[in-house]
């Protein structure tokens, strides 16, 4: 009897447990279906001045149709709130340095460096600088985002694993999310500016003149064929830090004093994140060269992909000021009201970015004699303090003093103080200009508008319905003299007493380029001008410009009348036409002496002739030998910069992106001076770089023969929340696609970096634009937009850029 009441207890404790369980699965079911978007049915909305409607299609693309362009943006925000709150709060966290309030003390870095600069702050100083107009708008659709997210049966998903509320959205919040992208966008220029400065002091003026080129050979310049660009002559020494060992280096060391430890960056092939990171491509081609007679714009932006993707895809369809109603379709940027790239019907438009010179680092100096005060420029003043609290989730509040300066706040590196004076701190030059850009008609009206948006300065390129193309910079541009000897620019750390930038340029001074002889306008995030225009942007960091010229030259292929899919294509070139002569220096190298002296090599040269496609295409072992080898002779030479500039946050790479242009000329000229003394010829120092590489390639014990570019260059696209809760990984991450390009070609592409959208249209003729995004409209993983499109983007599917047919429709209604 004992033993059947102990049975039967045992049986209701485990019936018990399994309908807890039950009621817990069912609970975080319906909790998380709480959160999903509203698709269809009407929605009620007090004080809505007309209806408006959102038509979904099969990929969850709204359109959004209204008589009144604060409804219209009212919309916006609904849409934006239920399907990408998470991403839009982030957005603004991160500019203002409130990402630890969610994320605890991890985030804590990230939010001590972004709230040196007090944005949230300055947000209640640019806005009130707004037009009437323009703050009505951003507060109709921060009314739209706040109805949104109350609409939710439940709070977004992500707020419940971080047991966290959401916060209200504010209008000055639409500013913190421009900031945000000034961050994207600019915020490596200080660090490349400490390695610059790092890179002066420890070279001589001959050595640093040859290290840091103004230029490249394959800048593709706006205005003209290319850049007249001397080549320094090499230098007869090296600097004391050439051929050093470097931060692999020390990791090995380290890992065979303990081989318990775990050091970071012992493979070569991650030292490409030091320059991968490099976005946009965009381009024009003139109604002279079209088989219709209107322009072609195509746009790609490169960034950090993430789930859900930075862009949102989005039709508007507004009041015209003829009464009519004018649509614009493209991506917007949840956290905004407007479409920030693609066509309104007469004019289309995209960005790249500019990689100007924005930014200076004035040395700070201080005096026992006045206490209290530094002096900046050659004029001393008294910093001042502002005490700003950060919130940390599950810890005490943190306090920090931000010294406030006429040229910026203070901040301490390496053992030196700077003013940071950054044009993003002008609150009078942050707007939402940007979307005047619905309602021009011509490119030169386009054009005048870019000059005057308030946002990080980008590569501006359109074409209107008439055939006419031009290229400007969008976005404040600091007023400031280029030029001088190596060393002295504004693109290193100011010596004491420069004057700096001062002022910013009128909207009349900016450079254009409007419709150019050869008919096509093509940047790439390298240098864009010859001229003197050059001098009013200055070089904040540009690209070594491959990619410029391999699209400028692939796009003037296509000839004199060529359509969408043609220009299209560019975007998908992958050919490695920059990183062949390395795979023939390779080849060269393994010649049958150096096969016999290590038989393992003889596997490499297979794979470099063999293997080699071309292309960074995903089943070439030959580019992947070819990349290693280059990135390793890299490392074997500037290593002992990139070690010193761990300090600085920085590295030789970003100080100056030209630097294959520099290896393949010592290569070719073997200087004696300039080989690092541990080897006995040039051609041991290559031999002891591609053996790197082999050892890389088979360190997992992976046959060379299968270690391809594809098995390497895998996505790894996570929504944020994989990483605080690691366990829902799976739930929240792409399949793991092998993808093809790399940088230094138009297709770029990295595990989580690349093409964050594509899209190429003549404005007029939408009905035949082109479209692929990486993520889906949502950031929801239950919601079947969440990977809607994934899969286009990964096999570059054209996908049409206008929305399908409608397959839900919401109404909202007064």
């Known amino acids: 009897m004992a033993g059947e009441r102990r049975g039967r207890w045992l049986r209701r404790i485990g019936w018990g447990v399994l309908a807890l369980a039950v009621v817990v699965v069912m609970t975080v079911w319906f909790f998380l279906r709480g959160s999903l978007a509203q698709l269809d049915g009407k929605h009620t909305v007090p004080g809505l001045r007309g209806p408006v409607t959102v038509h979904r299609d099969a990929l969850g693309m709204p359109s959004i149709s209204g008589g009144d362009r604060l409804e219209v943006a009212y919309a916006t925000g609904f849409v934006h709130a239920q399907d990408r709150y998470f991403q839009m709060d982030l957005l603004r966290r991160v500019a203002a340095g409130e990402l630890a309030e969610l994320f605890g003390p991890k985030a804590l870095p990230t939010d001590r460096e972004h709230r040196l600069h ?5 947000a209640a100083d640019a806005y009130a600088l707004l037009p009437e107009p323009d703050r009505q708008l951003l507060e109709r659709y921060a009314a739209g985002v706040n109805e949104g997210l109350n609409a939710l049966g439940t709070r977004p998903f992500e707020y419940g694993l971080l047991a966290q509320a959401p916060r209200s959205w504010s209008a000055h919040d639409t500013l913190l999310v421009i900031w945000a992208m000034y ?87 991650n030292l490409d994140t030091m320059e991968a990171n490099i976005g946009s491509n965009n381009w024009a081609v003139s109604g002279a060269r079209s088989a219709t007679g209107g322009a072609i714009v195509s746009d790609d932006m490169h ?14 369809q507004v009041p015209d000021s003829n009464g009519s109603t004018r649509r614009i379709v493209g991506v917007t940027l949840p956290g905004t009201p407007f479409v920030v790239a693609g066509s309104n019907g007469h004019v289309a438009w995209g960005f790249t970015n500019s990689y100007g010179d924005f930014l200076d680092l004035v040395p700070a100096a201080r005096d026992a004699a006045r206490p209290g005060q530094v002096r900046l420029g050659g004029k001393w003043e008294t910093p001042v303090a502002h005490q700003e609290t950060i919130l940390v989730k599950g810890a005490p509040a943190e306090t920090m003093t931000v010294r406030a300066t006429s040229r910026g706040p203070l901040f301490d590196t390496a053992g030196r103080t700077y003013a940071l004076h950054w044009i993003a701190h002008e609150a009078a030059l942050l707007n939402v200009n940007l979307r005047r850009l619905e309602a021009v008609n011509t490119v030169d009206e386009a054009l005048a508008v870019a000059n005057g ?109 060529t359509d969408e899919k043609g220009v299209y294509g560019v975007m998908l070139d992958d050919r490695a036409l920059f990183l062949a002569p390395w795979r023939d220096r390779a080849v060269a190298l393994l010649d049958a002496a150096a096969v016999k002296a290590d038989p393992k090599r003889a596997e490499a040269l297979q794979a470099l002739r063999s293997g080699w496609t071309g292309r960074a295409s995903v089943d070439s072992t030959g580019y992947r030998v070819a990349r290693g080898y280059m990135w390793n002779l890299y490392e074997l030479l500037y290593g002992g910069a990139n070690m010193q500039l761990k300090e600085w946050g920085g590295n030789a790479a970003l100080a100056g992106k030209r630097w294959p242009e520099i290896l393949a ?57 994989a990483g605080a809760v690691p366990a829902l990984r799976k739930w929240l991450s792409v399949p793991a696609d092998q993808l ?43 919601s079947p937009y969440f990977l809607a499109g994934h899969s286009d983007w990964v096999r570059a599917r054209a996908t049409p850029l206008l929305p399908g047919p409608v397959q839900h429709t919401l109404a909202l209604v007064p």
């Open 303 to 316: 960034l950090g992909i993430k789930l859900p993707n930075t862009w949102y895809r989005t039709l508007l």
């Open 118 to 122: 007090r944005f949230r702050a300055r």
């Open 183 to 269: 961050f994207d966008l600019q915020g490596t220029t200080a660090r490349r500016e400490l390695s610059r400065g790092w890179l002066r002091d420890n070279s001589t003026p001959e050595q640093l003149a040859f290290l840091l080129p103004p230029a490249s050979r394959w800048d593709a310049p706006l205005d003209g064929n290319d850049i007249p660009a001397p080549q320094a002559p090499i230098s007869a020494t090296a600097p004391s830090w050439w051929g050093q060992p470097g931060p692999r280096d020390a990791a090995l060391l380290a890992l065979a004093a303990s081989p318990a430890a775990s050091p970071a960056n012992t493979r070569a092939e």
């Open 740 to 782: 093809a390009g790399d940088t230094n070609m138009p297709r770029v592409a990295g595990p989580a970096f690349g093409q964050s959208e594509r899209f190429t249209v003549s404005p007029g003729k939408e009905e035949a634009g082109i479209f692929n995004m990486p993520g889906g409209q949502s950031g929801h993983p239950l």
């Open 453 to 561: 948006a308030g946002m990080p300065a980008q590569n501006f390129v359109a074409g209107d319905a008439a055939g006419n193309i031009g290229w400007t910079i969008a976005g404040p541009l600091p007023r400031r003299t280029h030029g001088g000897a190596p060393g002295t620019d504004a693109s290193y750390p100011l010596a004491d007493g420069t004057a700096g930038w001062q002022g910013w340029l009128r909207p009349g001074e900016y450079p254009r380029v409007v419709n150019p002889a050869g008919g096509q306008l093509v940047t790439a995030n390298s240098r864009q001008l010859a001229g003197r225009g050059a001098e009013l942007l200055g070089d904040g960091g540009y690209d070594l410009g491959a990619r410029t010229r391999q699209a400028s030259d692939a796009l003037a292929a296509l000839g004199p009348k």
């Open 665 to 721: 000329r010592l290569l070719d000229e073997q200087p004696a001076g300039w080989l690092p003394r541990q080897y006995a010829t040039w051609r041991d120092l290559q031999l002891a770089a591609l053996d790197r590489t082999i050892g890389d390639l088979a360190a997992d014990g992976t046959p060379l023969r299968q270690a391809t570019w594809g098995a390497f260059n895998t996505a790894g696209i996570a929504h944020p929340i």
